[in-house]
Every structure is written in C-alpha cells, then in structure tokens.
C-alpha cells in the first residue's frame, strides 16, 4: 500500500467528492435500517425476520473484508470485491422472497428500496472488480 494513502479506509473515503460520500451514506443507511426490521408482530406475536438479519450481516462482514483489503492493495477498484462476496448472496436470496414479503407493508417497501440500491451497488462493484482485473485498479490517482 502507497505510504501516502490515509491510514484507514473511512479516511480514504472522506476524501472523496461529495456526491461519492452521499452515495456511501445511502448504502449504509440502506443496509442499517434493516435492523429496524428485525423483530416484527404477526398474528399477535412477535418474531424475527431473517431477511433484515442476513441484510446487516453480509453488511458488516463485507465491512470487515473491505477494511482487510484496503489494508492490503489500499483504495483500489478490488475493494469491490467484498460487496461481491457477501451482498450477493443476501440481495439474491431477498430478491427470492420479495413476492413473498411483498410491499404493501413499510417492510416491503424497505425491502423493494433496499434491492433498488444494493442492486445499483453490486452492478458498479461488478464493473470495478472487472476493470481492476484489467489493469485499470486504483480509485483515486490523488496519492503516490
């Protein structure tokens, strides 16, 4: 990693341009609010949805894998890679219960937005792993 890249990824990031950080802000709202979601009142009892669970779940362990990662290839288009790795599992298996869940509920809808965003997020994390593998790897040319 280029010893003139900040230190950690969280400051890598801020350095980005302000739309970016929005971006990133709405990805992480997205995949937080699922936990607003996680217990839910049916026929008078309460129970646990797994969706919202597997949603923060692959959100905090791509976290982790994007956070080794920088550490070892800094802020490079391969940090997509961790979206790749443990959302699309999450996003596909939600995409399947979708008709299930459905959206007429505030947790449909949640749903529906959440497979709008995270579906938007893996489509350019795709892109980026592609074009790392090509040669074409760092995010930003601001260090070095």
């Given amino acids: 990693m280029d010893p003139s890249m900040p230190p950690t990824l969280v400051e890598a990031m801020g350095t980005e341009p302000f739309w970016i950080r929005g971006w990133l802000v709405v990805l992480v709202v997205t995949h937080l609010a699922s936990v607003l979601f996680v217990v839910a009142r049916d026929a008078g009892r309460w129970r646990m949805r797994v969706e919202p669970i597997a949603i923060l779940a692959s959100f905090l362990a791509a976290a982790v894998l994007m956070t080794w990662l920088y550490g070892q290839v800094g802020y490079t288009r391969l940090l997509g890679l ?19 869940i459905g959206s007429a509920s505030l ?14 997020s893996l489509a ?13 790897g760092h995010l930003l040319h601001r260090w070095g």
């Fill in 82 to 100: 961790a979206h790749l790795v443990f959302w699309t599992p999450a996003y596909l298996w939600v995409l399947s219960r979708r008709r299930a």
């Fill in 107 to 120: 947790f449909g809808k949640y749903v529906h937005v959440y497979l709008v965003i995270a579906g938007i």
């Fill in 124 to 136: 350019i994390d795709a892109i980026d792993v592609v074009r790392y593998l090509v040669g074409d």
